[in-house]
């Protein structure tokens, strides 16, 4: 969509009170006023305790339906609710994208008997010993469900790792033996292979696994309509089962459904040989992006600010990127947190909005807040969005040329009267560049919208004019109406 805006609408940290869906669904017309046209929802299945957000994923047939882990509604609500803010957001024209969590399972039912070899956890291709026995809680039959939507039950063959030994009371990371068994290739290097995160790793190269998996996609894509998926954990899922897992999707729902997945890795080169692997079938949040941002809320005037879009998934693979400031992952508190400073947000979300390249991802916790608390951004934010919904249209003319002080021009287009904007940031002192928007432009005023600077600049003959910024802030300019 053009100028689409995705929203991750969850926080780590939202009460378990049942009522994400219902609040969601009353949202839906603000969301799609202030420009907001797709919404990442968290993980809408049965996970391990009613107040997980759905990680430690139990059952992915249970959208809050049945009596089961000691609830019927998840964390956010009950399936009717769901059902009910899906077709809310649709009516404003929002798509929806399930958080889908297909790495392993948690909470199983019973326990099972089985051998494994115990592995370095720094170095999982080496035992740490010979095969033993160990007892695990790697059966599940979703008793709770009686056989609905599918009769597959869950026994230990059917994952490669687990990470807790029931009998002796201690936890490490167990391989599974048997005849096939073994890590899957096409995950992340790192620790040797990077297959087994969590809980029970699901054994992507069984067959029975494959399959079921493959049903559950299309089952659940058309039970609740989606629109598309955010795939979580990838860097330690075979990539060749993602790939066949989206094109099965896709076979059910059509080319255009959208999926983008969460590899956690900061480096270009690992992100570039993944799109590879996959066949460029699915867009991959910039992480090597977050932490440019980071750096530069880190570092403040010691970054070079020439250097924000280098080595990034946006500047090498614009049509795949989805672009973000903060998520869960990186909030305070979380595993792999590398928050934003807040001084550098409205900079850093300035950058995504208003650049040509890369699907922008807002982040509830920015927007709306953490733990009850408001967030300081949401004016600007409100601001950053109308200007792109308004005017981020046209080319991008880039002035990357000066480490505190960098900006561009979208250059309009035909289509949205008045289009076309100046963006600057800077991390430093307040500074200033000529910037030139061609002589179909001579004569014209231009002001700034975010508040910041009250002085209005008229573009000379040739269709130059001096646009300022202010100390470690940002600034939109536009032509004045």
Not at 51 to 76: P, S
Not at 148 to 161: A, E, V
Not at 170 to 178: D, L, T, V
Not at 336 to 350: H, I, M, N, R, T
Request: aromatic fraction near 12%; proline fraction near 2%; glycine fraction near 10%.
């Amino acid at each position: 969509m053009e100028n689409g805006v995705m929203m991750q609408y969850f926080e780590w940290n939202l009460p378990n009170d049942g009522k994400l869906w219902k609040q969601l669904r009353e949202d839906a017309s603000h969301l799609h006023e202030i420009g907001v046209t797709a919404i990442w929802i968290p993980p809408a299945y049965k996970a391990d305790e009613q107040q997980d957000e759905g990680y430690a994923t139990y059952d992915l047939y249970d959208l809050g339906e049945f009596e089961q882990k000691g609830t019927v509604r998840t964390k956010y609500g009950t399936k009717d609710e769901l059902k009910e803010m899906i077709d809310e957001l649709h009516k404003n024209k929002i798509a929806v994208y399930l958080d889908v969590v297909l790495n392993h399972k948690a909470g199983g039912d019973f326990t099972e008997k089985f051998m494994v070899v115990e592995v370095d956890p720094d170095q999982r291709n080496k035992a740490l010993g010979k095969p033993y026995e160990i007892q695990g809680w790697t059966g599940y039959s979703f008793h709770g469900r009686k056989d609905k939507y599918s009769d597959f039950k869950w026994h230990y063959y059917h994952f490669s790792g687990t990470g807790f030994d029931d009998a002796r009371k201690r936890s490490g990371i167990f391989q599974i033996q048997g005849e096939g068994k073994a890590w899957s290739d096409g995950v992340d290097g790192e620790n040797g292979n990077y297959d087994f995160l969590l809980c029970n790793d699901i054994d992507l190269d069984h067959p029975e696994v494959v399959a079921e998996l493959n049903r559950w996609g299309k089952w659940v894509s058309n039970e609740l309509d989606l629109d598309g998926m955010r795939l979580d954990a990838i860097k330690h899922m075979k990539d060749q089962f993602v790939a066949q897992f989206l094109d099965t999707v896709r076979s059910e729902r059509g080319d255009d459904f959208y999926a983008v997945g969460e590899y956690w890795n900061g480096d270009l080169e690992t992100l570039d040989n993944y799109l590879e692997a996959v066949g460029h079938k699915v867009n991959l949040f910039d992480v090597p992006l977050h932490y440019n941002m980071f750096q530069a809320s880190q570092e403040g005037k010691d970054y070079d600010l020439r250097n924000i879009l280098k080595n990034t998934l946006v500047e090498h693979h614009c049509e795949l990127a989805v672009t973000f400031v903060d998520n869960h992952d990186s909030q305070h508190g979380s595993s792999l947190e590398s928050q934003v400073e807040d001084w550098f947000k409205p900079l850093a979300y300035g950058l995504i909005f208003m650049m040509k390249d890369g699907y922008p991802c807002l982040f509830y916790g920015d927007y709306y807040g953490v733990k009850g608390e408001k967030s300081p951004h949401t004016k600007i934010i409100d601001i950053l969005l109308n200007a792109r919904k308004k005017y981020a249209y046209g080319d991008q003319v880039d002035y990357f040329d000066h480490p505190s002080t960098v900006g561009f021009i979208r250059t309009g287009d035909g289509e949205h009267v008045n289009s076309g904007l100046v963006f600057l940031i800077s991390n430093d002192e307040a500074g200033s560049k000529t910037m030139c928007l061609g002589k179909e432009h001579a004569g014209e005023v231009w002001c700034e919208i975010t508040g910041s600077i009250p002085d209005e600049v008229t573009l000379d003959k040739e269709g130059n004019g001096e646009f300022s910024v202010d100390a470690r802030n940002l600034a939109v300019w536009v032509k004045k109406a």
